[in-house]
């Protein structure tokens, strides 16, 4: 079977402002119903959410806030580098999803949650929600921000700086938590990551 080829740019359409409403809207509800699994499990993920969880699980803070906080610094060197809209547009995910996180709780109700089962649906729930995000030119901050710059600024593909920021992050958990929360969160990282590296290619959109 031939391989799909690419859509010519000049057949591409731009996303309207209610289907990158709705698409940003539905993305981000799955980005954080897979972290209200993870979060019910103790767990931990990558990237800046998973640095908030980390500060957030050691001061005793609410997820939310510590995720709002930490993406802060990185809405400067966004709207620098990567443009107006992707920075209001990731600053509205990182906002939303920093309240849906908070929210979704009171209205979930967990009587028992196998972990392998719960790092699965976190994964591919919030590896969905990514994808949905960033192809509605957003993104939900912080150090996908960094990933971003290095692939079109130095040629490293962001995968791989999202790879090693993973590994750190999880080399500092393994002195914070127990081995087995760790072994469960990079599992549940991997599935995340294996959604995003499978399915983010620019060259598969249909629209821009």
Known sequence: ???????????RQS??????AQGLTIGLLAAAVGLTFLQHLG???GQT??????????LGWSFGVVFFLVNLPFYVLAWRRLGREFTIKSFACVALLSVLVDVLPLGIRFEYLNP????????????FG????????????GLGV??????DRLGIRAGYVQLAVDGLLFFVALFLFEFRVVA??????????GVIAFNHRRDRYIAD
């Open 15 to 20: 996303h309207t402002s209610v289907e990158d």
């Open 49 to 58: 959410a998973g640095l908030a969880l980390i500060i957030a699980y050691l």
């Open 130 to 141: 990514l994808l949905g995000v960033f192809r509605h030119k957003g993104s939900l901050g």
């Open 1 to 11: 079977m031939p391989a799909a080829m690419p859509i010519p740019s000049e057949y």
């Open 184 to 193: 469960y969160s990079l599992f549940g990282a991997v599935i995340l990551n």
């Open 116 to 127: 392998v089962l719960g790092v699965i649906v976190f994964g591919v729930l919030t590896g």
């Open 146 to 151: 960094i990933a971003l710059l290095a692939q």
């Open 43 to 45: 767990f931990l993920t």
